[in-house]
């Protein structure tokens, strides 16, 4: 039960710190704010993250809690490729909603200059292990495409929603990234699908 509420404290507080970042800004945000908002404390704060800074990297955390809510929605008769493109759609739905460019922006910088950990690219993210598990399943039906590896199909896939996010912070958010990713993956993925 511990190791359950120690999650439910580090989830809290990397929600709230999201939310207010989005809210208010990340400059405008404070430590003491995100702890007020999480309803939890300093210590717990300082226990997960050395500082607000730290925080960036866990939007991979928030991302991949997303995806576990989603994971119900995938009905079994669903077409493997649906089941991408649905997972897609809802989850730059709420980068749309609720995550700010500026944001997004400083994620993607700080992952290119880190010699740390490189939050996005763990293939053991709930995000990666959901894409191998549809793309298998996807080849195995007869759904998708056997040309390339599962594994090269994550790949491809992954940099398929990594370029529309690059642009859509490079264009500074000036269009709606789910409707625009809703047109052009399948453009880019389409092949795949049998």
């Not at 400059?27 to 704010?33: M, R």
Request: hydrophobic share 35%; charged share 25%; proline share 1%.
């Amino acid at each position: 039960m511990a190791k359950k509420n120690t999650r439910n404290t580090k989830s809290r507080i990397i929600s709230a710190a999201w939310k207010l970042f989005y809210e208010q800004g990340y400059d405008d945000t404070t430590v003491e704010e995100i702890v007020e908002e999480s309803g939890t404390s300093k210590g717990s704060f300082y226990h997960y993250f050395n500082g607000k800074d730290a925080l960036l990297g866990s939007l991979s955390e928030l991302f991949d809690e997303k995806y576990t809510e989603l994971v119900p929605a995938l009905q079994e008769d669903m077409h493997s490729f649906d089941k991408l493109m649905f997972l897609n759609r809802e989850m730059f739905g709420m980068i749309d909603n609720s995550i700010s460019v500026d944001l997004l922006a400083r994620l993607y910088s700080s992952q290119l200059i880190t010699t740390g950990e490189r939050h996005l690219m763990d293939h053991n993210r709930v995000y990666y292990k959901l894409l191998r598990q549809i793309i298998a399943e996807g080849q195995r039906k007869g759904e998708l495409s056997e040309e390339i590896s599962v594994n090269e199909f994550v790949k491809t896939y992954a940099l398929c929603e990594r370029a529309l996010i690059y642009d859509w912070c490079l264009c500074s958010g000036e269009y709606s990234l789910s409707r625009y990713a809703a047109e052009m993956m399948p453009r880019f993925l389409g092949g795949f699908r049998k």
